[in-house]
């Protein structure tokens, strides 16, 4: 069972993006769009892989584009002992979205590195240091460390550590954001494991870069946080299956033609399949029949045989938890609109 538990942390982190960063985040386009990259191979209108620089003295890496991987359908970052002229002894890759994106979903299926010193990431950050983490220190590929910073500071009940139950180096496993005004969210395969709500508490607001890293610590980092890292002699890698971004719907705009374009996006991942695919769909077209005809009532009891469908006992094999969840908060969201 995942269990969360919180600590204090004797020194805050902040991570200092240098000029790269900020000279592509300064002309960066924001989009309400989402996406889903499954990284069959590095699309370039969709992310920028870091080149030739580095961050500050926390950080043992510089990055080199190179050291961002395409193999199989897997994208890897290599972390190596190769030059980067930045006085790094070690380089290593990361990238991030040529976009900012604003509230929503943020999830990515990872197998993280493992070895003292390492981190493996997930994270949101915006031009002025908004930054939401999904971070795996190699010292302990048990734990998940959550954060989340307002332009550069600690949030207030900013860090929590999550018990994962498993090695998140063995296998692969979802982890995901949900951001939004009002809380932050983080869910690993599937599962709540965190929750921080806005009653008080200033969250991160700013539309953000979507970025992933490989680093090992140095400096402070290395010697209160992360650990020492020691080269192994050969390169070592995180691997990443897709990342994806969903935008956040408001309420009102929750409509049965966003419903269908929500079910085939499953369907097409394979999240929903088999018998509860013609059920899920057959709800859908019944309701939006009904719901031509003026018969409200009845495309709301058609919008709850969909979740009924959904909820079925002998059916659970033929969807995720993910998919599962978000389809029935929009169809409740849906009915609730319908029945206002």
């Known amino acids: 069972m995942l269990k969360t538990i919180f600590k204090p942390v004797s020194i805050v982190l902040i991570i200092i993006m240098l000029y790269p960063l900020y000279s592509s985040a300064s002309s960066?386009?924001?989009?309400?769009?989402?996406?889903?990259?499954?990284?069959?191979?590095?699309?370039?209108?969709?992310?920028?892989?870091?080149?030739?620089?580095?961050n500050g003295a926390d950080f043992g890496v510089g990055w080199l584009r190179?050291?961002?991987?395409?193999?199989?359908?897997?994208?890897?970052?290599?972390?190596?002992?190769?030059?980067?002229?930045?006085?790094?002894?070690?380089t290593s890759g990361e990238f991030y979205t040529l976009k900012k994106y604003g509230y929503g979903r943020i999830e990515g299926r990872i197998k993280v590195a493992k070895g003292v010193g390492l981190v493996t990431s997930l994270f949101t950050y915006s031009p002025n240091a908004d930054e939401i983490d999904v971070e795996i220190l190699g010292k302990d590929t048990t734990k998940l460390e959550t954060n989340f910073f307002v332009g550069g500071v600690r949030g207030i009940n900013g860090h929590a550590?999550?018990?994962?139950?498993?090695?998140?180096?063995?296998?692969?496993?979802?982890?995901?954001?949900e951001w939004s005004s009002n809380y932050i969210k983080w869910f690993v395969d599937g599962e709540l494991v965190r929750t921080v709500e806005g009653n008080g508490i200033e969250?991160?607001?700013?539309?953000?870069?979507?970025?992933?890293?490989?680093?090992?610590?140095?400096?402070?980092?290395?010697?209160?946080?992360?650990?020492?890292?020691?080269?192994?002699?050969?390169?070592?890698?995180?691997?990443?299956?897709?990342?994806?971004?969903?935008?956040?719907k408001e309420e009102d705009s929750i409509t049965l033609e966003y419903m269908n374009d929500l079910l085939?996006?499953?369907?097409?991942?394979?999240?929903?399949?088999?018998?509860?695919?013609?059920?899920?769909?057959?709800?859908?077209?019944?309701?939006?029949?009904?719901?031509?005809?003026?018969?409200?009532?009845?495309a709301i009891?058609?919008?709850?045989?969909?979740?009924?469908?959904?909820?079925?006992?002998?059916?659970q094999k033929h969807i995720t938890q993910d998919a599962k969840r978000i389809l029935i908060e929009n169809a409740e969201a849906l009915i609730q609109l319908w029945a206002d």
């Not at 924001?30 to 590095?42: I, K, V, Y």
């Not at 550590?161 to 498993?166: A, H, K, P, V, W």
């Not at 999240?271 to 009845?298: I, M, R």
């Open 66 to 90: 190179d050291h961002v991987e395409f193999s199989e359908g897997k994208m890897a970052l290599r972390l190596d002992d190769a030059p980067n002229n930045n006085d790094k002894p070690y």
């Open 203 to 248: 969250l991160p607001s700013e539309p953000s870069f979507i970025m992933a890293n490989l680093w090992a610590g140095a400096g402070a980092a290395a010697r209160t946080w992360t650990g020492e890292f020691v080269y192994p002699g050969s390169p070592v890698r995180a691997y990443y299956d897709y990342i994806k971004f969903t935008p956040e």
């Open 161 to 177: 550590i999550i018990d994962l139950g498993f090695d998140a180096s063995e296998d692969y496993h979802d982890y995901a954001i």
């Open 264 to 298: 085939e996006n499953y369907i097409t991942t394979g999240e929903v399949n088999g018998p509860l695919t013609n059920q899920l769909s057959n709800s859908l077209k019944q309701a939006d029949h009904q719901y031509v005809k003026g018969h409200q009532k009845q």
């Open 28 to 54: 960066a386009e924001e989009t309400s769009l989402g996406f889903e990259d499954h990284f069959d191979s590095f699309n370039p209108e969709l992310w920028y892989r870091s080149d030739g620089w580095a």
């Open 301 to 315: 009891e058609s919008m709850e045989d969909f979740i009924k469908h959904i909820s079925n006992s002998a059916l």
